[in-house]
C-alpha cells in the first residue's frame, strides 16, 4: 500500500471513522475478470469496523467481487470550496480490504445498521420492508485493510 502524499494533512484513525460513519455514501472500486475498474456509489454503514452494503441479487460488483475479493472504499465528509484560495476544504477516508458475503443473523445485522443509520425514524416499518425483500437482497461485509483519512481545514 502506498504511503500518503500530503502527510501533513492526515488524520487520526478515529476521525477517519467518524467520517467514515457520518458519510452520506461511499464509492466501491473493483476490477473485473479482464482488469477493467468498476467504481460504483452506495449506501453503507459501519458495525465493529467493518463496512456493510447491501445490493440486488446479481450485477457487475457481485461478479467483479467472485473475481477479485480485494477492494478500494472512498468516502468524502464536509467539503467547502474556497475560490479565492484556489483549493478545498475538505476531509476523505480511502479503505483497501477483503469483501464477502453475509448470511443469516449478519446479514440481518447489517440491514438493521442501515436502518438505523438512514431512517431510524421509520425503523419499524424498515424492519418490514426488509422482510419483504430478504430474497432479493444480499449483503456484503468489507474487512478493513487499511484505512487512511485526510483532511484540509482551513
Do not use: W
Not at 10 to 28: D, F, H, R, S, T
Not at 53 to 71: L, M, P, R, W
Amino acid at each position: 500500500m502506498k504511503q500518503l502524499r500530503r502527510k501533513d494533512r492526515a488524520i487520526p484513525q478515529e476521525e477517519a471513522i467518524a467520517i467514515l460513519n457520518k458519510a452520506e455514501y461511499g464509492v466501491l472500486s473493483t476490477i473485473s475478470e479482464n482488469g477493467e475498474p468498476y467504481g460504483v456509489p452506495l449506501n453503507f454503514c459501519i458495525i465493529d469496523r467493518c463496512i456493510y452494503f447491501h445490493c440486488a441479487v446479481e450485477g457487475q460488483k457481485i461478479d467483479n467481487i467472485k473475481q477479485n475479493s480485494s477492494v478500494s472504499f472512498c468516502a468524502v465528509g464536509n467539503t467547502k470550496i474556497l475560490p479565492d484560495k484556489f483549493t478545498t476544504k475538505y476531509e476523505s477516508v480511502i479503505v483497501s480490504g477483503e469483501v464477502e458475503e453475509v448470511l443469516d443473523s449478519n446479514k440481518q445485522i447489517a440491514l438493521e445498521g442501515l436502518l438505523h443509520k438512514y431512517s431510524p425514524e421509520f425503523f419499524d416499518n424498515g424492519i418490514e420492508y426488509i422482510e419483504s425483500l430478504r430474497e432479493k437482497t444480499r449483503v456484503f461485509k468489507i474487512s478493513i485493510n487499511t484505512l487512511t483519512g485526510k483532511a484540509l481545514k482551513q
